[in-house]
């Protein structure tokens, strides 16, 4: 692509090497700036934004063993983190601007794809991690069908609504790595005081839920208000539905029952709900525990999740707060930086290789040219880095 588009004819091996290169290069710069925040080395914040909203999610990349010459060795699934920080400007409101849910909530064709997408997103599941895949339940293989009244019955989402807040010019930037979270967690909290989020006077941390997201809120952004990826929630009541359900209609019915409590803040509702269903299904009749798709194992996991949750579900408050309610900002970055790191046959050197890549990938998705910008500063050319010789 290169040859073509812009007339270079280089390798891909000297592709492949300039990129692990410059991506070690970012990573350096990155930990080093991090190591100033962490020991109060600090350069004064820059204006704060009407709204800091900081997003934190996992995704997951092929890694192989370095050293082991061709070929793929000890090929594993790890973890990499990754971070989206917006500033946003929006109002503040005396009522709940958006009491009811979005019309696209209420959609069934678009709810199933929603979810469906979800769950293919979070990539190979672990034991014991998520509930069951559509695709697993017996009603997650039948059609649904759209139900006109029910999309009618929504709020019309126009686009001059006051809410949800809306991006500020150069909102975003981004952190990544495939350090664990308590490395991250220091990463973004550098990151978040660079751009003056520490001084906003409304903000927020969305996640999926996953304690390891609400551990690094607590210990860095405790003045940001945590808040629970509602997209995240409704995957829960949609794959419960389905498990609870007998028909297509009956799991219709129950998804826009429990979708609109939550939204609207009863959580307790759909929580005593949840548990007297449990309560009537009775004992699971094997000596083994029910498998995954059973009934009772999907009630159970979507009542520990809520109930883990609920102190993070006041939706009706956050939006009164002019605050996002949902993580998509994050979602849509970790797709973007899938396109580079996931693929057929794509396996990463343990532990450098996909560091590197992710560095590369963080910084040209940023909004403020940092690629740009780190590329420009490097000594020597552009494409090999001056490497001082020790003298003697």
């Known amino acids: 692509m290169l040859r073509r588009l812009a007339g270079i004819a280089i390798t891909g091996r000297h592709v492949n090497d300039l990129c692990t290169a410059i991506g070690a290069e970012l990573a350096e710069q990155r930990d080093r700036a991090t190591d100033d925040y962490v020991h109060h080395r600090r350069q004064p914040p820059p204006a704060a934004p009407a709204i800091a909203v900081v997003a934190l999610d996992g995704g997951r990349v092929l890694t192989r063993a370095e050293g082991q010459g061709p070929g793929v060795h000890e ?12 500033s946003m400007t929006g ?19 678009e709810v199933d794809k929603l979810v469906r997408e979800l769950q293919a997103q979070q990539g190979p599941r672990l034991e014991g991690e998520d509930l069951p895949l559509l695709t697993e339940l017996a009603l997650g293989r039948q059609k649904v069908e759209a139900d006109p009244s029910a999309a009618a019955s929504a709020a019309a989402d126009e686009p001059d609504r006051p809410w949800p807040p809306r991006r500020a010019e150069g909102a975003r930037t981004c952190v990544a790595t495939m350090q664990d979270c308590h490395g991250f967690g220091k990463m973004v909290a550098a990151e978040a005081y660079r751009r003056g989020f520490t001084e906003a006077a409304r903000g927020a941390v969305l996640g999926d839920g996953s304690a390891w997201i609400w551990a690094q809120q607590e210990k860095w952004f405790a003045a940001l208000t945590p808040i629970t990826d509602f997209v995240h929630v409704l995957g829960y009541l949609y794959v419960t539905a389905t498990a609870c359900a007998a ?6 019915q129950l998804h826009v029952s429990w979708m609109t409590a939550c939204w609207q803040g009863r959580v307790a509702t759909v929580l005593a709900d949840l548990q007297t269903r449990l309560e009537a ?8 525990k029910p498998p995954p798709t059973d009934a009772r194992a999907v009630l159970q996991r979507a009542l520990t999740y809520l109930g883990n949750n609920q102190a993070r579900m006041n939706y009706p408050e956050y939006r009164k707060q002019g605050l996002p309610v949902n993580s998509s900002p994050v979602e849509s970055l970790i797709k973007e930086i899938n396109y580079r790191v996931k693929g057929t046959e794509k396996f990463w050197n343990r532990p450098g290789g996909a560091e590197a890549i992710l560095q590369i990938r963080a910084a040209l998705l940023s909004n403020d040219d940092r690629l740009a910008r780190f590329m420009k500063s490097r000594p020597g050319s552009p494409l090999r880095r001056y490497q001082r010789k020790k003298a003697g």
């Open 75 to 86: 090929r594993h699934w790890k973890e990499d983190k990754v971070a989206c920080l917006l």
């Open 91 to 109: 109002a503040t409101f005396t009522a709940d601007p958006h009491p009811d849910p979005p019309r696209c909530f209420l959609d069934p064709p």
């Open 247 to 252: 028909t297509a209609g009956e799991r219709w």
């Open 281 to 288: 299904l009775g004992p699971y009749p094997g000596a083994a």
